[in-house]
C-alpha cells in the first residue's frame, strides 16, 4: 500500500491484525478492508504488540543516500566544531585549510542536526536600522546603554542616557533591566530634559527590543539600534559611562544606594558646571541654551 499520512491509518491496522489473531485468515480480512493480502501480511509483520496498540506509520525518509557524508567527515566537522565553538563559516575554511574538501551547505547541515547550532529564537524579530542622523541639535540624536555590576553575586544596573549634540546627560540605579523599566527610564529622561527627543540610539540588548521601539514610537520618538558588531555607534555614551564610573561611582561605596545618591549628586555638575573639550570648553547646558 502506498504511503499515507492518514491519522487514522494506525488504528486500521491494529483492527485488522486483531482480526487475524480472532481467526480470520488474512485473504478475508484484506477484502474486509479493501486492501490486498499482502497488505496485510506486512502488517502482521511490523506488530509488536499483538494487535493490542496501534502500528504506527514508518517515515519514508530513506536510511541513506549515495552522496551522504563519510563518517569520518562528519567526525572532523563536530570535532573542529568543538574545539573552538567558531561558527559555521570558520569551521569550514579551518577544514578547507587542512584539506578536508566540504561544502559550507554540509558544515552547516551537519552541525544543525547534531545539535551544535543554536536556533534563532521565533519570538525575537529582525532590528532593521535606520539611517543615523547628523546630531545638529539637541534632541536629534539621544544615545542610551546600560552598565552592568556585579555585587555578592547578585547584578545591579546603572541606566544612562546621552544626548550626542549637547552632551546633556542622565543616569539612574535600576535593581533589573528589560523593555518596561527602559521605557520608564527613557520618559523620565524626557520630562528631565530641556528639549524633545527625536531619535533615540541603543545596542541590540534585550532591553531595548521591538516591544521598546514600538512604545518610543508611541512617543513620537524614533528608535535606532546600532549597527552589529559596532559599538563604536554608540561611542559617545559609552565615553560617558566610563567618565561617570571614574569621576562618580569609584568614589562611594559600592551598592546601589551609594550610586543613586552618588549619582543625584554627580549630574547637576555634569550638566551645568563641567566643562567639555567637545563642546569647546562649554557646558551641555550652555549648549542647549546656546543651539535650541
Not at 135 to 143: E, H, N, Y
Not at 217 to 246: A, C, M, P, W, Y
Request: proline share 4%; aromatic share 8%.
Amino acid at each position: 500500500m502506498a504511503y499515507s499520512k492518514n491519522p487514522h491509518l494506525p488504528r486500521v491496522r491494529m483492527e485488522a491484525v486483531n482480526l487475524v489473531y480472532q481467526g480470520w485468515n488474512q485473504r478475508k480480512v484484506a477484502r474486509h478492508f479493501g486492501l490486498g493480502s499482502g497488505t496485510v501480511s506486512k502488517w502482521l509483520k511490523k506488530d509488536r504488540n499483538w494487535g493490542l496498540r496501534p502500528i504506527d506509520t514508518l517515515s519514508s525518509r530513506p536510511h541513506h543516500h549515495p552522496n551522504q557524508l563519510k563518517p569520518e567527515l562528519v567526525d572532523a566537522i563536530v570535532k573542529q566544531r568543538k574545539k573552538r565553538n567558531r561558527c559555521a563559516e570558520v569551521v569550514h575554511k579551518e577544514l578547507l585549510n587542512q584539506g578536508i574538501v566540504v561544502s559550507l551547505s554540509s558544515v552547516k547541515r551537519t552541525l544543525k542536526r547534531k545539535g551544535l547550532i543554536r536556533k534563532r529564537s521565533h519570538l525575537k524579530r529582525w532590528h532593521f536600522s535606520v539611517a543615523r542622523p547628523v546630531a545638529v541639535s539637541p534632541g536629534d540624536l539621544v544615545q542610551i546603554d546600560t552598565i552592568h555590576f556585579l555585587l555578592e553575586g547578585k547584578i545591579f544596573y546603572v541606566y544612562t542616557l546621552l544626548d550626542v549634540a549637547s552632551r546633556w546627560a542622565c543616569a539612574k540605579v535600576s535593581m533589573r533591566i528589560n523593555t518596561h523599566n527602559s521605557l520608564r527610564f527613557a520618559k523620565e529622561a524626557q520630562r528631565l530634559a530641556g528639549f524633545k527627543f527625536k531619535m533615540i540610539q541603543s545596542d541590540h540588548g534585550s532591553e531595548f527590543s521591538t516591544w521598546f521601539t514600538e512604545h518610543m514610537g508611541k512617543l513620537g520618538i524614533s528608535h535606532r539600534h546600532i549597527r552589529v558588531r559596532k559599538s563604536n555607534d554608540n561611542g559617545h555614551i559609552e565615553r560617558f559611562n566610563r567618565t561617570l564610573q571614574e569621576e562618580c561611582l569609584n568614589k562611594v561605596n559600592f551598592n546601589p544606594e551609594s550610586f543613586q545618591r552618588a549619582i543625584n549628586e554627580y549630574l547637576p555638575y555634569y550638566n551645568n558646571e563641567r566643562l567639555h573639550l567637545g563642546l569647546h570648553f562649554k557646558t551641555p547646558l550652555e549648549c542647549v541654551q546656546a543651539i535650541g
